[in-house]
């Protein structure tokens, strides 16, 4: 029988299994995962499962029962250790030996370590699994001072989320500006007023240089210049490294993610790779069809019904294209973005931003590349929507003309 098996059974990869069977592959679907959870979104993870309330979240992708009924082994548990790619057979740790046709790797990314001296204390966190997230939880119930390193999507929805805890909170940021890699200036304005406003002491342009404990417990966070800032939990929000040693193990072409073709294939046109840890031709970055590595819910789960479509009909199927798009809420705040507005040279924004509700586009000279949104959902959907064709005329002259209206431009 036909067997496709695929490795991580995080949001990429359960969808995956789940879109073979949806695409009606009649052979073996085999989802391997080192966590012993049965997966589970990450989202919540530093929103509704930090904040007051939070132990009655339920994180879970499906029902576990989903998977059974799809006839979909899923392996928990178990880590992959290596592909014999001549063999075609993936080996786990435990020893077990599992033969594929296709593979599809979907290993994901974990968080970069902060490195200062006294990192290693108790009380200094990441934010990657739920293990973490319930550590953090525990961690941050009886605490006073949280300091985030960090302040990007995780750092700032943890200090949002802190702040519902009634924790005093201060967030490190080494850039000059908050989400300074996601977001144009005008967006991280906004958000370091709203940090402030809900009582988050915004340092920017500050560096951790050491945290300071007693008893092996973080009590103090040294920055640059030496001042000290009481901390009894750190967390450190400083990005992602993708999980790629597998790949790279193996052979294939790795360079920050492991590189993938437009139907997701890596170098071995047997082993795909999806989801955060993928890097793939994209014609919505800077670069026309320029590799790009992303970290999200709708990345992940495009390129799962992709691969899925790659493995049912190889020769058949469309190059992966979907327009990306993320979230994040803080303080009840919600921000989208459509398209990769990084690189931007111009943004025109529209809406009141003084009342929390507004849009920047963002234009490299006249071309739009992506549209940030606060409070304005319909603004997001329908951007969406005019970045998924190629035929709108949003240029930055018509969208800061008086009476500009995105409605109209939805034909
Ligand atoms: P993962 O979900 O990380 O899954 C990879 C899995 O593979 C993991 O379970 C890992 O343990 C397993 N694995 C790795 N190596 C092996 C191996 N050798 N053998 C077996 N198993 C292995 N995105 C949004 O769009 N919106 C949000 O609001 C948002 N919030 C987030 C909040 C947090 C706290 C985090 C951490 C992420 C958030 N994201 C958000 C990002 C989003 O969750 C990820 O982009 C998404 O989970 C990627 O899916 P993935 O399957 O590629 O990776």
Redo the contacts with the bound molecule.
């Keep these: 029988r036909p067997t496709v098996v695929v490795?991580?059974?995080?949001?990429?990869?359960?969808?995956a299994a789940v879109a073979l069977r949806a695409q009606g592959y009649g052979g073996r679907v085999v989802l391997?995962?080192?966590?012993s959870e049965t997966?589970y979104?990450?989202?919540?993870?530093?929103?509704e499962l930090l904040a007051a309330g939070g132990e009655r979240v339920d994180c879970a992708l499906y029902p576990a029962s989903h998977y059974p009924d799809r006839d979909i082994e899923l392996l928990s548990g178990?880590?992959?250790?290596g592909i014999d790619r001549e063999g075609r057979t993936l080996l786990?740790?435990s020893g077990r030996e599992l033969p594929y046709d296709a593979l599809v790797l979907?290993?994901?990314?974990?968080?970069r370590a902060l490195t200062v001296p006294g990192a290693g204390l108790a009380g200094v966190h990441t934010?990657?699994?739920l293990s973490?997230?319930r550590d953090l939880r525990s961690r941050l119930y009886g605490a006073r001072d949280l300091v985030v390193v960090g302040g990007g999507?995780?750092g700032l929805?943890v200090a949002s989320a802190a702040r519902t805890l009634g924790l005093d909170v201060a967030v490190v940021e080494v850039r000059d500006r908050l989400m300074g890699r996601s977001v144009s200036e005008p967006v991280s304005r906004h958000l370091a007023e709203l940090h402030r406003r809900n009582g988050v002491r915004v340092l920017l342009a500050r560096e951790v240089t050491a945290v300071h404990g007693e008893e092996r417990r973080v009590r103090e966070v040294e920055l640059d210049g030496g001042e000290r800032i009481a901390a009894d939990v750190v967390v450190a929000g400083i990005g992602?490294v993708p999980?790629t040693?597998?790949a790279a193990r193996a052979g294939l072409a790795v360079d920050d993610g492991i590189l993938v073709d437009a139907r997701l294939r890596t170098s071995d046109p047997a082993v795909l790779a999806?989801?955060?840890?993928?890097r793939f031709p994209s014609r919505h970055g800077l670069g026309r069809h320029a590799p790009v590595r992303?970290?999200?819910?709708?990345?992940?789960a495009d390129q799962?019904r992709a691969a899925a479509t790659t493995v049912c009909d190889p020769e058949g199927g469309a190059d992966y294209d979907a327009v990306p798009?993320?979230?994040?809420?803080q303080y009840g705040v919600r921000l989208q973005i459509a398209g990769l507005t990084a690189g931007h040279d111009r943004t025109v924004t529209v809406g009141d931003p003084a009342g929390g509700r507004f849009s920047v586009f963002c234009f490299r000279g006249e071309r739009l590349l992506g549209v940030e949104s606060v409070g304005r959902p319909a603004d997001h959907a329908i951007t969406r929507r005019l970045l998924a064709g190629s035929r709108h005329s949003l240029t930055p002259e018509s969208v800061a003309a008086p009476g500009f209206d995105l409605k109209q431009q939805q034909l």
Aim: net charge negative.
């Design positions: 490795v991580g059974a995080g949001q990429a990869g359960a969808e391997v995962g080192e966590e997966p979104q990450r989202p919540p993870l530093s929103k178990e880590r992959a250790e786990l740790a979907a290993t994901g990314a974990r968080p934010l990657r699994t973490d997230a999507f995780i929805e992602a999980n040693e597998i999806i989801g955060d840890c993928a992303l970290e999200s819910v709708q990345n992940a799962a798009w993320f979230w994040t809420h």
